[in-house]
């Protein structure tokens, strides 16, 4: 199988939650502030990232943007965000437009300056694993 792990990581969450991920599935974990993977014939790729406001850094969305149907067969989010409210997540609606399908969400806190400081934990970020690790079986 051909899977993929992009992250964007403002605070350093989304790296936490991505290399957790990779470590579990033993593949790597791609920073798109840093590099532009290539993304080809994938069957799922997991999109990490904390969400501010409705979105995700611009280097993801950017990224995302550039995704195409033929390129991967499936997408799995993993965000954190301090009010874990992903109803208008920018992320989602240009997958959707794009048709490529959500193979699953998973969410949990993350912190900013004070709020929620500490998240997301160490429970959280397992759950994480075990959630990109039941999908990418799922798609095996």
Same mark, same amino acid.
């Given at each position: 199988?051909?899977?993929?792990?992009?992250?964007?990581?403002?605070?350093?969450?989304?790296?936490?939650?991505?290399?957790?991920?990779?470590?579990?599935?033993?593949?790597? %974990?791609?920073?798109?502030?840093?590099?532009?993977?290539?993304?080809?014939?994938?069957?799922?790729?997991?999109?990490?990232?904390?969400?501010?406001?409705?979105?995700?850094?611009?280097?993801?969305?950017?990224?995302?943007?550039?995704?195409?149907?033929?390129?991967?067969?499936?997408? %799995?989010?993993?965000?954190?965000?301090?009010?874990?409210?992903?109803?208008?997540?920018?992320?989602?609606?240009?997958?959707?437009?794009?048709?490529?399908?959500? %193979?699953?969400?998973?969410?949990?806190?993350?912190?900013?300056?004070?709020?929620?400081?500490?998240?997301?934990?160490?429970?959280?970020?397992?759950?994480?694993?075990?959630?990109?690790?039941?999908?990418?079986?799922?798609?095996?």
């Amino acid at each position: 199988m051909n899977a993929s792990i992009v992250y964007s990581s403002m605070t350093g969450h989304s790296r936490k939650l991505a290399q957790a991920i990779a470590e579990r599935l033993d593949i790597p %974990a791609y920073n798109v502030k840093l590099e532009t993977p290539e993304i080809k014939n994938t069957d799922i790729v997991f999109i990490v990232s904390g969400i501010y406001g409705g979105t995700a850094s611009s280097e993801l969305m950017n990224f995302i943007k550039h995704l195409e149907p033929d390129q991967v067969r499936a997408a %799995a989010l993993i965000m954190s965000s301090v009010s874990q409210d992903y109803s208008k997540c920018e992320i989602k609606n240009i997958l959707a437009k794009k048709n490529i399908p959500i %193979a699953g969400e998973f969410s949990c806190f993350g912190s900013f300056l004070v709020v929620k400081l500490g998240h997301p934990k160490k429970n959280e970020i397992k759950k994480a694993a075990d959630f990109a690790e039941q999908i990418y079986i799922k798609y095996n």
